[in-house]
């Protein structure tokens, strides 16, 4: 899909923006760039960009003494997304379709992706959520809502912090009985951690596991056991964000993944537009069906 060349601006984007979230001066901006640099240069091109995504944010870390830049930011955009659910909800209580209502809200907060950006425009956050709700989407969700009635366990997979609270709208639509969250085990850039959960009240909703890793995505080599099993004991998994998409689109499981086509690579995979709102299965289950 997306190749290390493609990827290293977005990273080199993201060294910066983190370097001076952590309040690094010019220096230190200048230190930790070329040290991501050294590091880009030796990547294997067989890297998925959520496992580049590990090595480039643990070294920035490392550069920073062990500090997670993105930690003030993350629970400011909490605040602020918790600030818009109880009108959000209102509307996805409203809908015609209330579970397609908190699909496209869900797929609202993945493109907003508040986390990663300092300043978050209330007004540009308003059009983006009219826009999900009016915008066609690319998926079937007739067959999601089937998927989810046959479910017996169900494993939600969250993606970025702020983001989750958009989540929380499509998991009070789910039998929350059946259902577990997942997030990141380890801080990398914004995605959702414990904490973030807790926060935003996902823990006092369902239950709430990490998976022991720190990628922007989920590899399965890096999960910890505990999660392994679970991912694997689960007979329908939903995927938020396109870092999921990267790593388990292959996988055969029942996956549904929930996101923005955010750049024109997956675009292209996907055949469908940038920014694109999908609701799609994974390709692994579809091709081990076919087989059969």
Same mark, same amino acid.
């Given at each position: ?9 977005c990273?080199?984007? =993201? ?20 040290a ?18 590990q ?23 909490n ?12 509307? $996805? ?30 007004? =540009? ?18 067959e ?41 085990g380890?801080? $990398? ?10 926060? $935003? ?17 989920t ?14 004991e ?7 964000? =396109? ?44 091709? =081990?069906?076919?087989?059969?």
């Amino acid at each position: 899909m997306r190749t290390v060349l493609e990827c290293i601006p977005c990273f080199l984007r =993201q060294t910066l923006g983190a370097v001076r979230l952590a309040g690094g001066d010019a220096e230190c901006q200048e230190r930790v760039m070329r040290a991501v640099l050294r590091e880009a240069a030796d990547f294997d091109r067989t890297l998925s960009p959520p496992a580049m995504g590990q090595r480039i944010h643990r070294l920035i870390r490392a550069e920073l003494g062990g500090r997670d830049p993105y930690a003030e930011i993350k629970r400011q955009h909490n605040e602020f997304a918790l600030n818009l659910y109880p009108e959000l909800r209102e509307r $996805v209580l409203a809908a015609e379709n209330s579970l397609e209502a908190a699909v496209r809200l869900a797929i609202a907060g993945n493109a907003i992706d508040m986390g990663v950006n300092s300043h978050v425009d209330v007004d =540009q956050v308003a059009k983006i959520v009219e826009q999900a709700l009016a915008v066609p989407l690319s998926g079937d969700v007739a067959e999601f809502a089937a998927a989810i009635d046959q479910a017996r366990d169900i494993l939600f997979l969250a993606d970025n912090a702020g983001e989750i609270v958009f989540d929380r709208l499509l998991l009070e639509q789910l039998p929350l009985e059946k259902v577990t969250v997942a997030v990141r085990g380890r801080p $990398v850039i914004n995605d959702a951690t414990r904490t973030d959960a807790d926060e $935003v009240g996902i823990t006092a909703l369902v239950p709430v596991i990490d998976n022991g890793a720190d990628v922007p995505g989920t590899i399965l080599g890096e999960c910890d056991p505990a999660f392994r099993r679970r991912f694997d004991e689960s007979d329908l998994i939903i995927a938020k964000g =396109q870092g999921n998409y990267e790593t388990l689109n292959d996988v055969p499981k029942n996956i549904y993944f929930v996101f923005m086509a955010k750049c024109q690579v997956v675009a292209r995979h996907l055949n469908c537009d940038v920014g694109s709102m999908i609701l799609r299965r994974a390709v692994g289950v579809a091709e =081990q069906t076919a087989t059969r």
